[in-house]
């Protein structure tokens, strides 16, 4: 049997934690995670030398007192989970930082692994450390690594394995404080230890600080004593002696020669922090990465949009006559499904965009330049950030507000965060947006729909901050990481992780949903309609029979008599008016097809609901079937353009479809209302899990009442004019 | 003199941090803390500042800038 080992890996933010993580395990983790920071922890598994290593990736903490929830991910983790082995990763070009953390972690008395990385990037800033003398002052083992060379990686596996299989526990030095703190702490160790409870120091210095968490696992014994004891200005003096603890030490090993060279990173962000050029900076920023995702994800998204429609005729000349499995595999699968995937272009470009502004450093930095205007409203640029992920996926986004250090600034940005229109709303927009407006028009209308979601959201913001979330500001503090060229590799797979979760949802939810959505189109089988339809198109059929066969003998004897005299005359039996009938017939079938799928349509248990509900949207420019869509847009965004892909199967391009049905006034009607409207069930469940049930319910219903009345009254005045 | 007023590429020794224990301490955590010496990377009198500390660059908000006592650093080679 394998040898387990647990580990978790933890270190300051920015540390290089994750490249170090994706280094040992080869990328090959469990939980796919969302672009944008880290905020939740990671799992891969490997083997190494007859060991089975599961490393757990935490999101960076600066120390064990939480102000976030990111950080109280890392501190649940490496206090309830009991990892093995702590391997706490230090950006060696700032060893005194990243020692506090690692003091704080020694008390925990879990076997520690210190990994110094970056030792080239400390080289070239002028630190020079003694790790030697760390490792022995602080008694713990040391691997010195390179992360992004995958320097040192193999040395860290085999250390971990060493300490696990040797038992060489090293679980380190602890900080001694002054008499006055130690004897406080002694005593609280001392009633402690009958309780059999382990971690006591640590437990006992929390205690001391007053720290709610492990309070509350107390009794009330223990809490009466602590009661008894001075703990005023306790965490102020701990704080400060574990400081000056920490700067003798880092004064015996680090030496640094004073360098005032300004970096490159500096030197950018001086412009792109400049007071007068951030601004266009970053607007110009998020204007290429709209213009990428779309200008360059429409060749991709043609060239599928063909393979589909060859599909779609290949498999519906196949069948020839009217079969249930045809319908289902093209009505159903091939026009649901396929009108989703063809926008995975611009989903993956979308992510890739994200990810580029994420691992360049650039995604800091428009926080930082979002922050004035984010001031005015009364959040801060941090808050920007979730609502820049927001714009890949909404539920990432719910997910990434973990970083905002107090409750009322996430609650406030998680409620606004279905108004940025993520890539699955961008992706109805890009289909409904060119079956109304011209190309010109249409950048307009987009870009006109993105700032109503924000101006939407300021308001909506400016309301809450004034009535429910009333109260001070919190100091805006935030890591600035050096800007880097980004890794490409990384970026793609790391946005091909993304794509996979949407693939993932198309091939199982999705397909699901389309094909209860075409039973429900398709059933019961309305007879009559059927009936109808072939009655009047064997009419149409005589008639047009009739109408031929004269033209077309005339016509033949007509050239066949040329073709007696002249040479190299063959028969082309075309004429304009046989070419007038055709068209009439293809006209008259064309209407009679589509007559028979509305008559269906309206029979089948999905009419029947959609004509249902048409009265309640009918002041809102829409008829049943755009209800339904926006119905089935409840499960996924997505699912909007699969739904009305199944209503106008028959024809040959949605699009086509769309425009002949609806007037630009409807079109841009359904786009507001699909940009506020309920967001999708994800992110639903995903507002629950990160707010509360209520806040979810809140949410849904105060959007789409938002929505319901915005659309109204665009819609009601729009008709005065149109 | 406070934060908030110090100039760009200047050194200052941090002297003390007059706000909440929660905000102090994470500052201290952060390598913000009494008598580490900073460089002040970007301010513009308005919005927030970027100060480094050793290698790593963290941006402050105005208001919390007022609040930390600072002192100008000659540093001697």
Known sequence: MKKQIKVALAGNPNCGKTTI??????SRHKV????????????????????????????????????????????????????????????????????????????????????????????????ETHFQKLSSFLEVAIVETIGNKGKGIDEILKAIVSIAVNGKVSKGVFVKFSEDIEKN?????????????????????????????????????????????????????????????????????VKRSFDDRQTVSDKIDRVVTNKYLGMPIFLIVMFLMFQMTFSLGSY???????????????????????????????????????????????????????????????MARAAYVMDNVMHKIGLHGKSFIPMLIGFGCTVPAIMSSRILDNKRDKLT????????????????????????????????????????????????????????????NIPFIMEMPP???????????????????????????????CIILWFLSKFPVDHDAKKDYEEKFSVNQKEMQSQLAPIFLNEFKLQSDKQKYLKNFELDLKNPEIKNLQKNFNEEVKKLKSEKSQKELSYSYLGKIGKFIEPAFKPLGFDFRIDLALLSSLAAKELFISQLGILFADNISLQESLKSNYSQLTGFSVLLFLLISAPCIATFAMARKEASLFFAVFQFFALTFFAYLLTFTFFQIGRIFF | MILSQAKEE??????????????????????????????????DFSGPLIIGINSSRISLGRSLANKIEVSLYEKTN
Request: hydrophobic fraction near 50%.
């Open chain 2, 10 to 43: 200047n050194f200052y020794k941090l002297i003390q941090i007059e706000d909440k224990k929660e905000i102090k301490m994470k500052l201290i955590a952060m390598g913000l803390s009494p008598g580490s010496i900073v460089t002040v990377v970007k301010n």
């Open chain 1, 483 to 513: 800007f880097q060229v980004p890794s490409f590799k990384l970026i793609f797979l790391n946005a091909w992780d993304k794509l996979s979760i949407f693939v993932k949802k198309a091939a199982t939810f999705i397909l699901g949903v």
């Open chain 1, 185 to 253: 702490i002694d005593i609280v160790k001392r009633h402690l230890e009958h309780k059999n409870l382990n971690q006591i120091r640590w437990k006992s210095i929390r205690l001391l600080e007053q720290d709610p968490l492990v309070i509350k696992e107390q009794d009330g014994q223990t809490l009466s004593l602590i009661d008894t004891l001075e703990k005023k200005l306790f965490t102020e003096n701990v704080t400060e002696e574990r400081q000056r603890f920490i700067s003798r030490l880092s004064k015996e090993v």
């Open chain 1, 413 to 472: 940005t998680i409620l606004v965060l279905p108004l940025f229109p993520c890539s699955a709303k961008l992706a109805v927009f890009a289909l409904l947006i060119p079956a109304f407006f011209s190309p010109f028009w249409g950048g307009m209308v987009l870009f006109s729909l993105y700032l109503i979601g924000l101006l939407l959201a300021i308001v909506i913001i400016k309301v809450l901050r004034k009535t429910i979330f009333k109260g001070e």
């Open chain 1, 21 to 26: 993580f994706n280094k040992i395990t080869n």
């Open chain 1, 300 to 362: 991709p998204t043609h060239f599928l949009q063909n393979i589909f429609n060859k599909l779609t005729f290949a498999i519906s000349s196949f069948w020839n006559t009217d079969s249930m499995l045809s319908s289902l595999l093209v009505d159903g699968i091939l026009s649901g499904v396929g009108s989703v995937i063809i926008f995975f272009p611009n989903i993956l470009l979308l992510f890739i965009a994200i990810s580029i502004l994420e691992e360049s450093g650039y």
């Open chain 1, 32 to 127: 796919a995670n969302y672009p944008g920071v880290t905020v939740e922890k990671k799992e891969g598994v490997l083997s190494f030398q007859d060991c089975s290593i599961s490393i757990v990736d935490l999101p960076g903490i600066y120390d064990l007192n939480v102000l976030s929830e990111d950080e109280m991910v890392s501190r649940k983790f490496i206090l309830e989970e009991k990892p093995d082995i702590i391997v706490n990763i230090i950006d060696s070009s700032n060893v005194e930082r990243s020692l506090f953390l690692t003091t704080q972690l020694m008390e925990l008395e879990v076997p520690l692994l210190l990994v110094c990385n970056k030792i080239d990037l400390a080289k070239t800033q002028g630190v």
